[in-house]
């Protein structure tokens, strides 16, 4: 899709396309946070309760913390509890993350701090994406087509990618790490000698074991990966014994892993189909399918499993094109498959009682393989052709960006803070931790009731939201006299009014003084109570802080 401008050699176009979809892509994350967090997120225990978890030991440095095996197995354990089956290694790299941050970063104890590393993860998941197909592809429209394929993506995307789970956004980024790792392999064929392919098959089974032990998910790309490699391979002796080298050497490591003491709460067994919590996660693949989250899923999945079909069925007869390269071709097979497996492999969809895993949690991972395959094909086209495709996409990504999001309230991310309203709603996870360390450290248990007005707005579904116009066709009026005369617990006076304050900040928050005039008719339905709503409506973020009051 064109060529290289004079005097600037490719690889510096590269090294520009990846620096600039970089910046792009966090400020843009960073952008739908700030705008739009108190729309997008629930107090999730899946992303706040890693805050309990770490409180035990936040007066440890995080090398103690993980360097004594006996420290390391109850910090696992702590971790593990917080993800939803307790089976995720992944949870004890968040935990020790945030752990690091809140330790020797001095981050406070708030939903930015978990956003902050969200984004962070998904940034390096994006920059090892993108290094990877620059390896390969060596096209620096290519890779830009990518990277804005990435950083327009469907909403539900761009939710995992700044979300705090310790599990769904790091596969997206160990996914990644794989793949740049074998990549060569897959780009270069087989190995030129019988020991060096023994060797590749080794490393390869003994790294997929790694994998599995983080994420039972990875199974999936690493099986597919293995059948891919050794399929590649010019006889059926290299092809037997690749195998059986792979699969020795996943059973040895595997073994290391499931009997390795300080690897205990993680409920590991050498025979992984055996556990229990297991077969709980298989039930999971069945249940009542939900049409609308297949749609907004579509937009990101579906254009690369066209592209990929059309490589399969009438590919370019140029052999350089990009569409023709080995990891493209890869790249369209694993989605293909990918989809099927997490999506419609459970035939009672048919029936309407079908894929539960249809969840954008577990097909966000092929989300970046549908935008490598999609501009793989767009390169291969005319640029008019590939063009028009590729700016339609990316219309459809922004416009699914901007239903959240709320152009006049970008203080969001400095007033809300769903770490101390779920720790309010949900103390027992969080009693061990000293107000002190809290954004919004100083806000009283009455005012935190009222500030809970805004869970009223705030989906459940883990990757669901509110838009805009959900918000605009909601009469203000009617929610906080609702919420005053049910939310409202008896106490002082002081309570009281502290309540109100609450609800007169949880106001600001979801009409922000551009839009003040939406409440015109709340005030005189509060009488004289309308003056404490509007203070807590002007009240500054920094008198919540500890000691602010």
Not at 44 to 66: F, H, K, M, N, V
Not at 86 to 97: P, R
Not at 117 to 124: E, M, N, V
Request: neutral net charge; contains cysteine; glycine residues 12%.
């Amino acid at each position: 899709m064109g060529g290289y401008p004079a005097g600037v050699s490719r690889r510096a176009q590269i090294v520009a396309v990846i620096a600039v979809v970089a910046g792009l892509f966090v400020a843009d994350r960073a952008a739908v946070v700030a705008s739009g967090a108190h729309l997008l997120f629930h107090p999730d225990r899946a992303e706040y309760a890693y805050y309990g978890a770490l409180a035990y030991s936040l007066d440890q440095p995080t090398a103690t913390l993980i360097g004594a095996p006996a420290r390391r197995k109850v910090h696992l354990a702590r971790c593990a509890a917080v993800g939803d089956m307790g089976l995720h290694g992944t949870t004890a790299i968040a935990g020790t993350a945030l752990h690091a941050a809140l330790v020797h970063g001095g981050a406070d104890v708030s939903t930015w701090t978990l956003k902050r590393l969200a984004i962070g993860f998904s940034t390096i998941a994006l920059l090892l994406w993108l290094l990877l197909l620059a390896r390969a592809w060596r096209s620096p429209g290519a890779l830009a087509v990518f990277g804005a394929l990435i950083v327009l993506a469907p909403l539900p995307l761009v939710k995992l990618n700044v979300l705090f789970w310790g599990t769904h956004e790091l596969v997206l980024l160990l996914l990644a790490a794989g793949l740049l790792g074998i990549g060569g392999w897959i780009a270069n064929g087989p190995a030129p000698t019988s020991s060096r392919a023994a060797g590749r098959a080794a490393l390869f089974g003994a790294g997929a074991a790694v994998a599995f032990g983080l994420n039972f998910s990875l199974l999936l790309p690493a099986g597919f990966a293995a059948v891919w490699l050794v399929g590649a391979e010019p006889d059926a002796r290299r092809r037997a014994a690749g195998a059986a080298i792979g699969l020795a050497a996943f059973a040895a490591v595997w073994a290391l892993i499931a009997t390795r003491p300080s690897l205990e709460p993680l409920g590991y067994t050498l025979a992984p189909w055996s556990n229990p919590r297991v077969e709980e996660v298989g039930q999971r693949w069945y249940g009542p399918i939900s049409w609308g989250r297949a749609l907004a899923v579509a937009p990101g999945l579906i254009p690369g499993l066209v592209a990929a079909l059309w490589l399969a069925v009438a590919p370019s007869e140029d052999p350089e094109a990009l569409e023709r390269h080995p990891l493209t071709r890869f790249l369209a097979a694993y989605l293909a498959v990918g989809f099927v497996v997490t999506a419609a492999l459970p035939m009672g969809w048919l029936t309407g009682d079908g894929p539960a895993m249809f969840q954008h949690r577990y097909v966000g991972p092929l989300y970046p393989v549908s935008a490598a395959v999609v501009a793989a094909w767009a390169a291969s086209r005319s640029r008019r052709v590939g063009g028009a495709v590729v700016i339609v996409l990316l219309g459809i990504g922004a416009v699914g960006q901007l239903a959240p999001q709320q152009a006049t309230n970008f203080g969001v991310a400095s007033r809300y803070d769903g770490a101390r309203l779920y720790c309010h709603l949900r103390g027992e996870d969080c009693r061990d931790l000293p107000l002190e360390r809290f954004r919004m450290g100083g806000a009283s248990p009455a005012f935190l009731d009222g500030f809970a007005l805004l869970t009223r707005h705030q989906k459940l579904e883990q990757l669901a939201w509110i838009d805009r116009t959900e918000l605009s066709e909601v009469l203000p009026e009617a929610v906080a006299m609702g919420w005053i005369a049910d939310g409202w617990s008896m106490g002082s006076d002081a309570d009281r009014e502290q309540f109100l304050l609450g609800v007169g900040y949880a106001m600001r928050l979801l009409h922000p003084p551009p839009e003040v005039g939406r409440l015109d008719g709340l005030w005189p339905q509060l009488g004289v109570e309308a003056a404490t709503v509007q203070r807590g409506y002007d009240l500054p973020a920094t008198s919540l802080e500890f000691g602010g009051r």
